[in-house]
């Protein structure tokens, strides 16, 4: 019987009704009395010099409240880079200065070169016209190959190149994975491109700055996944403002998946204007703006090479990526293409020796960082082709071949550093064939060769490390901030419960699935638990909600928490009950001595912690209010297998997803309804890469797809119905929960298998030639390949 | 700036426009009416749809000059007057057919309107109807089928095997 409550229950979403109503509180919805508009003017070239700008037309016109260029942010910090890479030589990657308003040089479209702040947005956009501004264009540094050739155009004229690191891993393995591919009966090869995307969560960043001069606070309003992180990078490195002088609140966000992760010159702008004009100022980001200036995701160029010896056991792995970061190094830029990317190259299979190289370049683009999976579906997506292409290249099963090379035992020992602590390799393709209806493949096959389609059917596995991130660990890899996450179990006199979580909800269902988790353990109801989140000033600490973290960090937290709440309140269960305190039993919020049919219940207990006159005064305290933090002692690893069935049209190219399907282990789960919708977002996503999306430059740095009308989303027509499960679950054994957390995986698990089938299709029609397509697989592409 | 009046959701406003202020500008931002969202500047995501004259529009495409007069209904004015959900509304709600809310308006107001059209749709015409609305979260899954559920279709057995 499925739950109706606590731990496992679907239950309905609270937040939903707000949601529906248009009774949200996003940060655009928000309005501050008195407040001005900021308009910033971004660069049109991706490379140039700044001649001179003249803002004393623009300063004249109505309605302006001030003008501002790089020159006002003189001596104050810059964007900090929250990860250092150190390379293969041991030396520490080259970090640019990231100025708030371009100095000296404009990197890309879109950098912005002057920020105008007006009464109206109408008025500010005028105004940003009439500035003018001589920009002398330089040479574009856009291929990233060709960016770390001998005399290329330098993105930053005091670096020594275009080269920010070259990282190897395990450097020392370097030798013998070299020996194993020369030695090997059969290596396979692959070259491809991990498309460059755009996040796009639908509701664009907004920033709402305003200050309080009165008490020298300044509150930031900002569509954020991490309020806390933001206060920190902002107040302690670049504007300089004590964190209890400074507020950030991300209330409703409309949708993260990574690029509302990183500090952004827009927040520092307006709570640095705010402060200077003594005025609020807000920014809204249009499509399009969100385009060139929200960090972008992947973008790596990969070789990869998969040694098997005569028994087809894959002996040996070596991987060449060049990964771009942009202009400039976004917040969490560095650890993407190495530790959350290169430790993760293992996969689900126990291949003995791995090297993994990524060079990392500066280019006239965007900057680029984390996406949902955020180097782990590069990891993921190389891997999985190269293994599908070596069992086409030796006339096997690709399953077969799969499972004959998984990783059985646990915990695993990587040969890249990391320690998968439960899974079951097994179990998830098993449940894939099943859900799949791989039997069933040949049947439909033949429905479609008859329709004079093609149909193909392609596989893959996936591993991820989640639950981001011991501290000690992350440390030593160059991560200039704690992973841990922290929470505040607040209880009230009357029984009902607020905890403030340091995690970040933006479309997870933190609001609804976190009570279940205090509810199942204090055995009260779930409309008793109330969860805030979001401010600053609300809640103890927090690291937000990113890398699949939230339940199994913050969750912990709150579950450390919880029993913290539930010591204490047995103390005074058992003074109220005079027994002694070991023999209080907790069960559906009534406090029992074992063995008798004495109890009180929760209210009781809660309301004598606030009315202390039957209390044990000399124990322990009055109130009931625990804090926790929690640092998880490893990363989780959710795994799982994915299967895409498609159909093709050999006539145009055209490539429709007809099936999907997909078997994830995530440990326990709290909401099974939240965890299949995290799940379907993430195919989402994953098709949208494989099949429609791109981001693209052209060779001026100029960026081509800035608009929908561009850059293809996926629409409801593009995508099937699809067909999940999460039933095969080997619980996480570090966090008090067991869970891995689960919403990234859909976005790592789909993209190869997508690919793996369209290939599959192709084959089918004896162009065996045909073995590999670079995302998206658009028609044209796909009808190119065929035509040989 | 030129006078202007509406019904919305029932009510009489009136207010002032310039003759390029977009009629989601005027609910959002005059009328403070925050309901209806803007995710994009080409018309293309379908976050801003509203009710105009009992057809379903994106509000980013209409002036507000164009409203004058007419009876325009928004996502607060779908649920009854007591808070009780729109059948729509319930079955998004039951069927998960939003995370981070976003795109829900304007997911709301297009399915409303297609269900008063077509009062049963299969999966192939929702999905097509829905080509003007995007959602980045869900993958769409939970909305055809929350869309589906609140026309009165059985789809307890979606995607199972
Ligand atoms: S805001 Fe109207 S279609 Fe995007
Ligand atoms: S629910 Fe977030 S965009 Fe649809």
């Known amino acids: 019987m499925p739950k109706d409550s606590g731990i496992g229950a679907a239950s309905k979403r609270r937040e939903d009704v707000r949601f529906l109503t248009g009774t949200g509180n996003y940060t655009d919805d928000i309005n501050v009395y008195g407040q001005t508009y900021v308009y910033f003017l971004r660069s049109d070239v991706a490379h140039g010099r700044i001649n001179n700008i003249d803002t004393s037309a623009a300063a004249a016109m109505e309605g302006v409240v001030g003008i501002f260029t790089g020159a006002d942010f003189e001596g104050i910090g810059g964007l900090p880079c929250g990860w250092q890479v150190t390379d293969r030589f041991g030396e520490a990657m080259q970090e640019p200065a990231h100025p708030v308003l371009a100095q000296g040089k404009v990197r890309h479209v879109g950098d912005p070169i002057a920020a105008v702040v007006a009464e109206s947005l109408q008025q500010a956009r005028d105004a940003a016209e009439a500035i003018e501004v001589d920009i002398e264009e330089l040479p574009a540094v856009v291929d990233m190959k060709a960016a770390l050739e001998e005399g290329s155009a330098k993105v930053h004229d005091d670096l020594t190149s275009n080269l920010c690191y070259d990282w190897g891993f395990v450097e020392d393995n370097k030798a013998a994975v070299d020996e194993a591919i020369k030695n090997a009966a059969h290596v396979t090869t692959l070259e491809l491109v991990n498309n460059r995307l755009v996040a796009n969560p639908m509701e664009p960043r907004v920033a709402v700055g305003e200050y309080n001069r009165s008490n020298d606070e300044s509150t930031l309003y900002t569509t954020s996944q991490n309020p806390h992180v933001i206060r920190l990078l902002m107040g302690a490195f670049v504007l300089g403002i004590p964190e209890h002088k400074l507020r950030v609140v991300a209330p409703d966000v409309g949708g993260g998946f990574g690029t509302k992760i990183f500090h952004y010159a827009e927040e520092a702008f307006v709570t640095f204007a705010a402060r200077k004009l003594n005025r609020p100022v807000k920014w809204t980001a249009s499509r399009s703006e969100a385009f060139m200036s929200d960090a972008h995701g992947r973008d790596h160029v990969t070789k990869i090479e998969l040694a098997l010896d005569a028994d087809n056991n894959f002996t040996a792995l070596r991987t060449e990526t060049y990964a771009n970061m942009g202009a400039y190094l976004s917040t969490f830029a560095p650890s993407v293409p190495t530790w959350l990317h290169g430790t993760l190259m293992a996969g689900n299979y126990k291949t003995p020796l791995i090297y993994v190289n990524v060079k990392a370049v500066f280019t006239n683009t965007v900057p680029v960082d984390a996406y949902r999976g955020a180097g782990r579906p590069e990891a993921t997506y190389q891997l999985e082709r190269v293994v599908d292409k070596a069992a086409r290249e030796l006339g096997v099963d690709p399953i077969a071949l799969r499972r004959q090379n998984f990783i059985s035992e646990f915990p695993y020992a990587t040969p890249v550093a990391v320690e998968y602590d439960t899974g079951d390799y097994f179990a998830t393709m098993d449940k894939l064939e099943e859900i799949a209806d791989l039997a069933g493949f040949e049947a439909r096959r033949k429905e479609s060769e008859a329709k004079g389609m093609l149909r193909g059917l392609g596989v893959n596995c996936y591993i991820e490390a989640c639950g981001i991130a011991p501290s000690n660990l992350v440390g030593q890899l160059g991560a200039r901030a704690g992973l841990y996450d922290a929470a505040t179990v607040r209880v009230n006199a009357t029984g009902s419960i607020s905890v403030m979580v340091g995690a970040h909800s933006h479309g997870q269902g933190h609001e609804t699935a976190f009570p279940q988790v205090v509810a199942d353990m204090l055995g009260i109801d779930e409309s008793m638990i109330e969860i805030v989140h979001g401010d600053s000033s609300k809640i103890p600490f927090g690291m937000g909600t990113y890398g699949s973290r939230s339940l199994a960090v913050c969750g912990s937290a709150m579950v450390k928490a919880t029993e913290k709440i539930i010591k204490k309140a047995k103390k005074i269960a058992s003074h109220l009950l005079e027994a002694s305190e070991g023999d209080i039993e907790l069960k559906d919020g009534q406090f029992t001595v074992a063995g008798t049919d004495k109890s009180v219940a929760w209210g009781d207990v809660t309301l004598a912690a606030y009315v202390p006159h039957n209390y044990p005064l000399e124990d322990i305290e009055p109130g009931l209010e625990e804090t926790a933090f929690y640092d998880p002692s490893n990363f989780t690893y959710p795994s799982g297998a994915y299967c895409c069935e498609v159909e093709l049209d050999p006539e145009t190219g055209r490539v429709t997803i007809e099936r999907f399907a997909a078997a994830d282990d995530f440990g326990n789960v709290v909401n099974p309804m939240i965890v299949e919708g995290q799940v379907h977002g993430g195919i989402g996503q994953g098709i949208g890469q494989a099949l429609l999306e791109n981001c693209v430059y052209d060779s001026e740095g100029q960026l081509l797809s800035a608009s929908y009308m561009d850059y293809a989303m996926p629409r409801a027509e593009d995508v099937p119905f699809y067909v999940v499960d999460h039933s095969c679950a080997t619980p996480c054994t570090h966090n008090p929960l067991g869970v891995k957390g689960c919403g990234e995986a859909g976005a790592i698990g789909s993209p190869p298998s997508v690919v793996n089938a369209v290939i599959d299709a192709i084959q089918s029609s004896g162009k065996k030639d045909v073995t590999h397509i670079d995302m998206p697989l658009s028609p044209q592409r796909v009808w190119a390949a065929m035509q040989g | ?161």
């Not at chain 2, 808070?83 to 399915?111: E, I, K, N, W």
């Not at chain 2, 297609?114 to 192939?124: F, G, H, V």
């Open chain 2, 1 to 161: 700036m030129a006078k202007l009046s509406m019904t919305v959701n029932g009510r009489a406003v009136s207010g002032e426009a310039t003759g390029n202020r977009l009629l989601v500008e005027f609910l959002r931002e005059d009328l403070r009416m925050t309901g209806t969202h803007v995710g994009c500047d080409t018309s293309q995501c379908g976050a801003c749809v509203v009710h105009v004259n009992g057809k379903a529009v994106k509000s980013c495409t209409m002036m507000a000059a164009e409203a004058d007069g007419a009876e325009i209904t928004t996502i607060e004015g779908i649920a009854e007057p007591d808070g009780t959900l729109s059948r729509v509304q319930q079955a998004f709600q039951d069927y998960h057919g939003l995370q981070c809310g976003f795109c829900t308006p304007g997911m709301v107001m297009t399915a409303t309107k297609l269900l008063e059209q077509n009062p049963s749709p299969t999966e192939a015409e929702i999905r097509h109807h829905l080509e003007g609305n995007i959602c980045r979260c869900t993958g769409y899954h939970n909305i055809v089928k929350a869309i589906m559920a609140a026309s009165g279709q059985d789809v307890s057995k979606i995607a199972a095997e």
